[in-house]
């Protein structure tokens, strides 16, 4: 099959810089927002959710400018291959991961006031727990940027981790309330910012799939026995 112009590669090359652009700032949001929470810092969790506009625009800035590339391309009859097609359908996909992720991080930071109000001290297993998160978005920008199929897989691998601490944090908290440790509204709030942060490597892994799917036409599947790769697509 022929290739497209230059000026589409070119075009789907700049969309693919502002996608990995949303990415670093994405997981900066995530670690602002674990940052405001641990120091119950309520103006420095407003200023996140503020910051959570530049990423929606940005998201619709993304969507608009790769359908309005494919749009050009089709009213031409331009021919492309399918590793470039592929590569287009996933910067959607991502992008859209990107936004949910975003979306996850204001609810992080918007727990903040509650945490401040109940002012007792996040278990420390729940920090470890969020850097972990922050390590996994850090790796699935550097795949993305590098459309690196390795660092993407190793984002896969990591999911395991994050249901086991969000497993020990869950038990932990049950123990505090029994002992009297804690309010159940503490319980509740750290509860809610697990639910979030395995949210967060869930969308992680699906852009680990994409990254996959975009850079050697394999489909990833997770199953009971693990993630297993489908034959490689056309």
Not at 18 to 30: C, G, I, M
Not at 101 to 130: E, K, M, Q, W, Y
Not at 194 to 216: G, K, L, M
Request: charged residues 25%; hydrophobic residues 45%; contains cysteine.
């Amino acid at each position: 099959m022929p290739a497209p112009t230059a000026g589409f590669a070119a075009q789907l090359d700049q969309i693919g810089k502002t996608l990995v652009e949303q990415s670093h700032r994405v997981a900066k949001l995530f670690e602002a927002a674990c940052d405001a929470v641990f120091a119950m810092d309520v103006q420095a969790a407003r200023a996140v959710v503020d910051a959570d506009d530049e990423i929606d625009r940005v998201d619709i800035e993304i969507e608009a400018r790769t359908v309005a590339l494919l749009v050009e391309v089709a009213s031409r009859a331009e021919p492309v291959p399918p590793a470039e097609l592929r590569r287009m359908l996933v910067i959607v996909k991502v992008n859209n991961e990107l936004e949910r992720t975003a979306d996850s991080a204001t609810a992080i930071a918007s727990l903040a006031p509650t945490f401040a109000g109940i002012g007792v001290a996040l278990p420390d297993t729940l920090r470890v727990l969020t850097n972990s998160v922050a390590g996994i978005l850090r790796d699935i920008t550097r795949s993305i940027e590098k459309r690196d199929p390795k660092l993407a897989k190793l984002v896969l691998d990591a999911e395991d981790t994050v249901e086991a601490f969000k497993s020990q944090l869950l038990r932990d908290a049950e123990r505090r309330i029994a002992a009297g440790e804690v309010s159940v509204d503490h319980a509740f709030a750290v509860h809610e910012l697990t639910n979030q942060c395995e949210r967060i490597a869930d969308h992680a892994t699906n852009i680990a799939e994409q990254v996959i799917y975009a850079t050697t036409g394999a489909i990833v599947r997770h199953t009971e026995a693990g993630w297993v790769e489908l034959p490689r697509s056309s």
